[in-house]
């Protein structure tokens, strides 16, 4: 667990449900003496939730803090504070060597894994035994004492590197940053510095930390360590790593105020600075510890209030040009190792560990001083600035090949930061890259693409790999650059679009199992799509290169991947530009993610209407070739492509995901189809829609198909219903095919969706000469619905109050009608019809279309309208047809019915009872019922409870085991809900045993307990019984009041 083998999800919730159950654990009031936990197994307990080097490990730690207070606060008692005074004498203890074994001292690995751990774990119990949980007073109060006296011991360095870490672990927890109490006290936009004693311990720290870092380069290491030039380089490289991120960093961070750190850094670079100036290119080894010392200064020196913005500590005069010499100083110092090196033998390997990171480190704090603060207007420095970003580009293009995988993050912040600065060079206001031209681009744009990608590949494995990837996304899929790219694919169909060709590498890269990178590099180029109106870059336009990969996208089903299976990175990284990134409704299917992306890409489309698309001439280019060409395209490839199983669709096949989401994906872009659109381009998109609607296929499918054809008719009336009326005339219509048609005829004339041409006479008499046929249709769908037609279409057509018997002209449509309405199963059926075409939203939005429930295939399972007149035929059919059935049937009802009426709530849910009886003839009953009572008058109940709360919606084995309470007797069964008992499926298979036992509820989850069932003794057995069951007795306890048994039972 410790090693992290478990996965990030599971491990988080594991920690969370353990400190909710020991939060809710024994009552302070019930501690003693006796059962007090031992600081030793209260350290113990709280290393779970810290790792090595990184405190408080999992991303919802605060939440689980709450919880871990109220437990740590159990062992106080108001007065006196007993973890406080554990937390106070621990750090003293830890950091006077008196807590765990120490070694010798080694500065290659000065810190061991436990130290760590203990180190955080003293930590956090003196932040959780502060009473105001996330202050900081008494917590910083326990650890201050034993920091002075660590840093106190100068001449035993093991001290002193445990009241770092003590420290270290204090600021990464904000509760000894500030001026000691976690405050920053701001006068006038300046913070004030950290009280004289604080100053002490900070020049302490940090004199300690550079010393560390000085030693390491010390030629007597290897004697010391005895360890392999390779190993050592390796624990260099990560002792190196860990001094300049969790220790100068955090120190930074945590006192930007202190005079003590601007000093050091001063005096470090005012040193060094100058050696890495003057150093020969071929002697590049004499530059290694230089270059490492400046980059340590320039970490603790970047948030630094003294410095300003600047992280050189220099004189102001000519500032900018001593970074540019030294930026291209550390561009050219390649390591260079000669022959003739006299050095130790440890030094090369860890100058080519170390070397990498520092260079690039250097380079990438130094850069944003020089690039994006540069005068524009002066020609000669921008000059300078762009021949420094392109050696930037050649070095790095150079050297990702063979730069170590530690030093590769630095590179790529080096190489993203000159990317911008390049790029807003280049780029224009919404012309594009007018002054760049075609090979230019493409060179650059490809030394860029090439360079990130290698740093991705070298960096899959590791926990920066997210990060660089949305960084990656961010910087090449900008609208300016879609658009640009966009403009010079209309110029020259061949170009080579390398925006487009890196979009590809990201699916490629993707696959089927690491469906991440598909969806970092959607979101962001979503975004692009959408244009920037600050830059002038319209919307749509950029994605009009991209017709392709959107069409596959829309119908794009990702494999469900086990959670062990996902990079672990995941969980923890999140975006930092997660507010300028597409977003997913909350809702969305896990399969459906990629596909979510681009249905809210084209709902983040303006919506236009008729009158205002002409205003603006570059809309009709999108949709001329962005929308209505995607459009044409699912309709001919995925609704009508060829089935992969057989002849038929079936439900969870790759046929059936293909089609339903293919419809889908129309019904979502019918919003940006106008009557202004082109007439042959409507008239295609028309006829392949009621093409679509011949074959037969499920509801589910239907039902999208149906919203689309709405949506049709709302935008295209006229067309539309001309189609629907000569559809309507058919006579070789199949049923699925005459109801879809009904249902649409339905919504456009009486539904909520009316078309004026559809209410014209000539038109509602034609649609009525389609329909009237099917009233009796062998079908009961199409029946209905025909019905209900009719008889809301004949009152528009025939004013049915003032027509006489001398009016033979429409004397068939008024005897259908009065028939329709006077026939009693006819109105028992339109009665619960009604509203029957309001049921359908054509207004979906995309977050509703994504948020539909899903079917074990994690396809959309919406209700559709023939489920819904199912429901209706049964319903009509059992009233009208209720006084057939035999008496003791209708007596059984009647019961059925004043049971209903007792309704019993439970956790404010309403339960009906809908009990199934065996049926007793009427001469035996009398006789049964006696021999009943008396069979049950003479048992006694056994003292045994049966506990089966921990089956939650295994009814059958409830319902079994019910029966196997009442055949032993038992005193009761406890279940965890008691309205399992009023369902069918329960009481079929117990019968009535659920009336002979007494049965009560046990809410509670005690399941959450057996995560740390050896913190409390319980006994575990397991019994093999009959029909290959395996029940675990999960815990017995002897009542000692009547010498019963309780038994919780698991069953597996």
Not at 120 to 130: E, G, N, R, T, Y
Not at 236 to 252: C, E, M, P, R
């Amino acid at each position: 667990f410790r090693q992290s083998q478990v996965i990030l999800p599971y491990r988080q919730q594991l920690l969370h449900n353990l400190a909710r159950i020991l939060s809710t654990g024994t009552r302070s009031d019930e501690l003693s003496s006796k059962n007090q936990i031992s600081p030793e197994t209260l350290l113990q307990l709280l290393s779970l939730y810290v790792t090595p080097q990184t405190p408080m490990l999992f991303t919802s730690s605060r939440s689980a803090e709450p919880c871990l207070s109220r437990w740590v606060q159990k062992y106080n008692d108001g007065v006196n504070c007993w973890t406080s005074s554990v937390a106070a004498a621990c750090a003293a203890a830890f950091c006077q060597l008196d807590m765990l074994p120490t070694k010798t001292w080694d500065p290659i690995s000065p810190t061991s894994e436990t130290e760590h751990l203990r180190a955080a774990s003293i930590v956090l119990l003196a932040k959780l035994s502060d009473q105001n949980t996330f202050g900081s007073g008494s917590a910083a109060s326990c650890l201050w004492p034993a920091i002075y006296k660590g840093f106190k011991s100068k001449t035993v360095p093991q001290r002193t590197n445990r009241a770092l870490l003590i420290l270290i672990y204090g600021c990464e927890m904000e509760i000894l940053s500030g001026i000691g109490n976690g405050d920053l006290v701001i006068q006038q936009q300046m913070p004030l510095a950290p009280p004289p004693n604080i100053e002490d311990v900070i020049k302490s720290a940090i004199d300690f930390s550079f010393s560390l870092l000085e030693s390491l380069f010390s030629p007597s290491i290897v004697a010391e360590s005895g360890c392999s030039q390779t190993s050592l380089a390796n624990q260099v490289a990560n002792t190196f790593s860990y001094l300049i991120q969790n220790q100068l960093q955090v120190l930074s961070n945590s006192y930007p105020s202190s005079s003590v750190i601007f000093s050091k850094v001063a005096s470090i670079q005012e040193r060094n600075i100058p050696i890495i100036i003057n150093c020969d290119n071929k002697k590049t080894m004499d530059s290694v510890l230089p270059v490492a010392l400046l980059y340590a200064s320039l970490v603790a020196i970047k948030n630094n209030s003294y410095s300003g913005d600047q992280v050189l500590v220099l004189s102001t005069t000519g500032i900018h040009l001593r970074i540019h010499d030294l930026c291209w100083k550390l561009l050219s110092l390649d390591l260079v190792v000669p022959s003739n090196f006299a050095g130790a033998d440890y030094a090369v390997p860890t100058a080519l560990s170390v070397y990498p990171s520092v260079r690039w480190g250097c380079l990438a704090i130094l850069l944003p001083q020089i690039l994006l603060e540069e005068d524009e207007n002066d020609i000669t420095t921008l000059e300078k600035r762009d021949l420094l970003v392109e050696e930037v580009f050649a070095t790095a293009y150079n050297m990702v090949g063979i730069t170590p995988v530690d030093a590769l993050l630095s590179l790529f912040d080096t190489v993203k930061l000159a990317s911008m600065t390049w790029l807003s060079s280049f780029l224009g206001t919404g012309t594009g890259l007018s002054t760049a031209s075609d090979p230019e681009i493409i060179l650059h744009l490809n030394r860029i693409i090439d360079t990130v990608f290698s740093v991705l590949t070298d960096m899959d494995m590791s926990n920066s790999y997210t990060y660089i990837l949305n960084e990656t996304c961010a910087l090449l899929f900008q609208p300016i650059l879609l658009y640009d790219e966009y403009q010079r694919l209309k110029a020259d169909q061949e170009y080579e679009a390398p925006i487009r060709c890196a979009f590809e590498k990201f699916v490629a890269l993707s696959g089927t199992s690491r469906p991440h990178i598909m969806h970092a590099a959607l979101r962001h180029i979503g975004v692009g799509w959408l244009g920037d109106k600050a830059a002038k870059v319209p919307a749509g336009f950029g994605a009009i290169p991209y017709l392709n990969s959107i069409a596959k996208f829309l119908v794009h089903k990702e494999e469900k991947l086990d959670i062990s299976a996902i990079k672990q990175s995941v969980f923890l990284a999140k975006d930092k530009n997660e507010s300028s990134v597409l977003q997913l409704p909350p809702k969305t299917d896990e399969c459906s993610t990629a596909r979510g992306y681009i249905l809210v890409f084209f709902s983040c489309l303006s919506p236009f209407d008729s009158a205002s698309i002409h205003h603006a001439n570059y809309y009709i280019e999108v949709v001329e070739k962005l929308l209505h060409p995607l459009i044409l395209r699912i309709l001919r490839e995925f609704c009508f492509s060829p089935l992969k199983n057989g002849k038929d669709i079936l439900t969870g096949t790759p046929d059936y995901s293909l089609r339903i989401r293919s419809w889908q994906a129309l019904y979502s872009l019918s919003r940006f189809m106008t009557n202004d659109d082109d007439f042959a381009v409507v008239q295609v998109i028309v006829d392949l829609f009621f093409q679509a609607l011949q074959p037969n296929s499920y509801g589910e499918i239907r039902y999208f198909m149906e919203l689309f054809g709405i949506q049709l008719g709302r935008q295209y009336p006229k067309i539309v219903s001309n189609r629907l009326v000569q559809e309507l005339n058919r006579v070789d219509l199949s049923l699925q095919h005459v109801t879809s048609l009904m249902i649409l005829a339905g919504n456009l004339t009486i539904g909520r969706y009316q078309l004026d041409v559809l209410n014209e006479t000539q038109t509602l008499n034609q649609l009525l000469v389609g329909v009237i046929p099917w009233l009796s249709s062998a079908q009961g769908f199409s029946r209905a619905i025909a019905q209900l037609l009719v008889y809301s279409i004949v009152p528009v057509v025939v004013d049915i109050a003032g027509a006489t018997e001398e009016d033979n002209r429409y004397w068939y449509l008024i005897s259908v009608y009065r028939f329709l309405e006077k026939n009693l199963d006819m109105k028992r059926l339109r009665n619960k019809l009604f509203n029957l075409f309001d049921r359908y939203n054509a207004d979906l939005t995309v977050s509703e279309l994504l948020s539909i429930s899903v079917d074990e295939g994690n396809e959309a399972d919406p209700e559709h309208v023939c489920d819904f007149i199912k429901k209706c035929l049964d319903d009509a059919y059992l009233e009208s047809h209720a006084h057939q059935a035999p008496a003791w049937k209708q007596v059984q009802k009647l019961h059925s019915l004043e049971q209903q009426k007792e309704i019993s709530y439970i956790d404010g849910t309403k339960f009906l009872s809908n009990l199934q009886r065996k049926i007793i003839p009427l001469d035996a009953l009398n006789i049964s019922h006696s021999t009943r009572q008396e069979r049950l008058s003479r048992r006694q109940n056994q003292s045994l409870v049966i506990c089966a709360s921990l089956l939650h919606g295994e009814v059958p084995t409830l319902a079994g085991l019910a029966r196997s309470a009442e055949i032993f007797a038992a005193e009761s069964l406890v279940i965890s809900d008691l309205g399992i008992v009023r369902m069918d499926s329960f009481q079929t298979i117990s019968v009535t045993a659920g009336d002979w036992i007494p049965i009560s509820e046990c809410q509670e989850n005690v399941s959450e307990y057996f995560q740390i069932v050896e913190f409390f003794h319980f006994v575990w057995f397991l019994l093999d019984l009959p029909n290959d069951i395996l029940v675990t007795i999960i815990y017995t306890k002897i009542c000692s009041e009547n010498n019963s048994v309780i038994i919780y039972v698991d069953f597996t």
